[in-house]
């Protein structure tokens, strides 16, 4: 059975969210296909000391506030997982979880949305899958010969899987330092974290309201014509959170260069000498979760969707969001997300009418 909406938004996290508030506000029909099975987006799956970069108060999708959590300055995970919840909740939107879109597809007038529940045809779509489900593990030499265990960013929960263990860290921003600082604090894990390049550290007072304010002033000097500031990779690559300064400040958090390959045992390192490692935790990033536009076959460079804005060159009924600077300012953040959000929904909003 075919069903027909104005709009399909693919993804129902913060990014989607906010796109069906923005779709609710003008009017349009739409429905969110979310494949995961409960409220939440990425969020839910994050590991157990995560924690934001920013206060309550500003971290919040627009038009609800998100509320403070009781102790805690920067919110950890779960609070911003029952916030989405609430959200969803709140705002009424047809979010269909459990329902995985497998491609979208031309059309003469329509796009079609194929889902494991059915199809969609729809006037417009709006992709906002973020990346997640797309962890990039690097190639290195001996990958395949170390006996111990392979985790990335996305498998990793907590200390107590790795207690009496040996554990190396890889990986120069957020996830590394925080993931690092969360081992060694806990004192039963001997820990070495390694970089690519000497770790670069926000200053200690910078955390996510600023780092927003640099992101939309180096998107407006670019649309601008403007010289290119930076934006925040000017700044440094790790936001000093607590337990990051922590760790950090009592000598616990100090990176080792790069190892040149993976042993059956461990790591070797560049002078040749080598370490013994019970696990690898590779925070190495991600990339956007595109599969499902491959039929349309809009990929550009480094794998990215050719943008004006939102909007897709190579297809106009097709909108990405929440995906990074390439998709709006801070789109990826839940405080960034709304304007480009709002941009979207009304720039669609004008191609139907």
Not at 120 to 141: E, H
């Amino acid at each position: 059975m075919t069903q027909q909406r104005d709009v399909v938004v693919v993804g129902g996290g913060q990014a989607g969210l906010a796109a069906g508030y923005h779709l609710r506000r003008r009017g349009l029909d739409f429905v969110i296909l979310d494949a995961d099975a409960m409220p939440g987006g990425s969020w839910q799956h994050m590991w157990d000391s995560l924690h934001l970069f920013s206060p309550a108060e500003h971290s919040s999708l627009p038009g609800r506030l998100m509320p403070a959590q009781a102790g805690e300055t920067y919110p950890g995970a779960g609070h911003v997982v029952n916030y989405l919840a609430d959200y969803e909740k709140r705002y009424d939107l047809p979010v269909q979880h459990g329902t995985r879109v497998k491609a979208v597809h031309h059309d003469t007038d329509r796009l079609l949305v194929e889902a494991d529940s059915g199809t969609w045809r729809a006037r417009a779509v709006i992709s906002a899958t973020g990346n997640w489900s797309r962890p990039f593990l690097p190639a290195v030499p001996g990958h395949s010969t170390f006996t111990g265990r392979h985790l990335h960013t996305v498998n990793y929960r907590s200390p107590a899987d790795f207690a009496g263990q040996r554990v190396v860290v890889v990986g120069g921003g957020n996830s590394g330092a925080q993931i690092g600082a969360d081992l060694a604090l806990d004192g039963r894990v001997e820990v070495t974290w390694v970089t690519r390049r000497p770790p670069r550290f926000l200053l200690d007072d910078i955390d996510g309201r600023a780092l927003f304010g640099v992101a939309t002033a180096r998107r407006r000097a670019l649309d601008a014509g403007r010289i290119d500031t930076g934006g925040v990779a000017s700044l440094g690559d790790i936001v000093a959170v607590p337990s990051v300064r922590t760790a950090r400040d009592a000598g616990l958090l100090t990176a080792k260069p790069m190892f040149t390959r993976l042993t059956v045992t461990g790591v070797r390192w560049a002078d040749g000498s080598q370490s013994n490692a019970d696990a690898i935790v590779w925070c190495t990033g991600f990339r956007p979760a595109l599969s499902h536009l491959a039929p349309l076959n809009l990929r550009g460079s480094r794998g990215r969707i050719p943008t004006d804005g939102t909007r897709a060159l190579g297809e106009p009924r097709l909108h990405l969001l929440g995906y990074g600077d390439w998709t709006g300012p801070a789109s990826a953040t839940l405080i960034g997300v709304g304007r480009t959000a709002r941009d979207a929904a009304r720039a669609i909003t004008q191609q139907l009418s």
